[in-house]
């Protein structure tokens, strides 16, 4: 199975459309996820809906908006509170992890190689 991360942004703009993608595709949804981070000095987190794989085809998407939304548990933000209403209203909770900022990778496939890892060991997803 192909398990690959699809980047939408850094969290601005683009969270309307992860939000929007939950809402249009709800019977796909395994997990909504909170990657909490520190990225140059702020605490930061990367909102992601994890979908079931492709019917056909063997894909597995991740849906992330990377490290521009603030955490939750240090700063209010409509942002994530849009991206906490869109996991109530599909009746999922939003699973909180902490991971290593991308800026600890020399390229960004390595991070997603990374969270990938990360999401196996939580059994958010399946190890294939």
């Known amino acids: 199975m192909i398990q690959r991360i699809i980047e939408l942004g850094d969290g601005y ?7 929007e993608l939950a809402g249009k595709m709800p019977e796909r949804i395994l997990h909504f996820v909170s990657l909490r ?7 930061v987190t990367s909102p992601a809906i994890i979908m079931s794989p492709a ?7 991740i849906y992330i908006c990377m490290e521009g939304v603030p955490d939750p548990e ?7 509170e849009l991206f906490k209403k869109a996991a109530s209203e599909q009746e999922h909770e939003i699973k909180s ?3 290593k900022s991308s800026a600890d990778f020399h390229e960004k496939t390595l991070y997603f190689q990374y969270l990938i ?3 196996q060991m939580n059994r958010l997803i399946k190890i294939h």
């Open 13 to 19: 703009a683009d969270i309307y459309e992860l939000c």
């Open 37 to 43: 981070t520190e990225k140059n000095g702020r605490k």
């Open 55 to 61: 019917t056909v085809g063997n894909f597995q998407p």
């Open 74 to 80: 240090f700063a209010e933000s409509k942002r994530y």
């Open 97 to 99: 992890l902490i991971v």
């Open 117 to 119: 890892g990360i999401f």
